[in-house]
Antibody
Framework: QVQLQESGPGLVKPSETLSLTCTVS?????????WGWIRQPPGKGLEWIGS???????YYNPSLKSRVTISQDTSKNQVSLKLISVTAADTAVYYC?????????WGKGTTVTVSS | QAGLTQPPSVSKDLRQTATLTCTGN????????AAWLQQHQGHPPKLLSY???NRPSGISERFSASRSGNTASLTITGLQPEDEADYYC???????????FGGGTKLTVL
């Protein structure tokens, strides 16, 4: 069965770059589907960050587009997220998810706190 | 980013029926259809339905979704204590080329 696991630093300093990796098991990301990142600030709702298609094409939330890069490493079966110039407002649980007909498989999420 | 509109909270009695709504526009819900996700506190969301009314395998038949125009609905019958959760709708917005979420509805089972 398909499983996703997010990993990366739990603490990032303001103005620095947040970098997370999503490792996919049970399915080759090269075979199809979109692979997305979603975040959830403490006590708030879900916010879509962006997705990468198996071909490598990307789509981003317009409000984050200037700061976000999502990429894939098919050799490692991983999807990565980079968010530059972070502030406290970027503190959230970050999830990766497979976006087939919709967001049908989710990782458990990883908490990232932006603080000095 | 334009999001979808959901009521912040709904409360219903045990074993009753709850209907949650999600309103978008012709570029998202009205065009691509909506998906519904359930999230219990401290857990990742779980897909309940997609493309308006399709249920993934393993999802109870007590959950049914539909759409009328730009408004999607999720109906939960025979409410159980474990149905108490946050429910989110989501759709692809073809004008933004982006996925949008509703703000979420907190369902309380009394």
């Amino acid at each position: 069965q398909v499983q996703l696991q997010e990993s990366g630093p739990g603490l990032v300093k303001p103005s620095e770059t947040l970098s997370l990796t999503c490792t996919v098991s049970g399915y080759s990301i090269n075979s199809g589907y979109y692979w997305g990142w979603i975040r959830q600030p403490p006590g708030k709702g879900l916010e879509w960050i962006g997705s990468v298609y198996h071909s490598g094409s990307t789509y981003y939330n317009p409000s984050l587009k200037s700061r976000v890069t999502i990429s894939q490493d098919t050799s490692k079966n991983q999807v990565s997220l980079k968010l530059i110039s972070v502030t406290a407002a970027d503190t959230a649980v970050y999830y990766c998810a497979r976006d087939a007909t919709s967001l049908d498989v989710w990782g458990k999420g990883t908490t990232v706190t932006v603080s000095s | 980013q334009a999001g979808l509109t959901q009521p912040p909270s709904v409360s219903k009695d045990l074993r009753q029926t709850a209907t949650l709504t999600c309103t978008g526009n012709s570029n998202n819900v009205g065009d691509q259809g909506a998906a519904w996700l359930q999230q219990h506190q401290g857990h990742p969301p779980k897909l309940l339905s997609y493309r308006d009314h399709n249920r993934p395998s393993g999802i109870s038949e007590r959950f049914s979704a539909s759409r009328s125009g730009n408004t999607a609905s999720l109906t939960i019958t025979g409410l159980q204590p474990e149905d108490e959760a946050d429910y989110y709708c989501s759709a692809w917005d073809s004008s933004l080329s982006a996925r949008v979420f509703g703000g979420g509805t907190k369902l309380t089972v009394l």
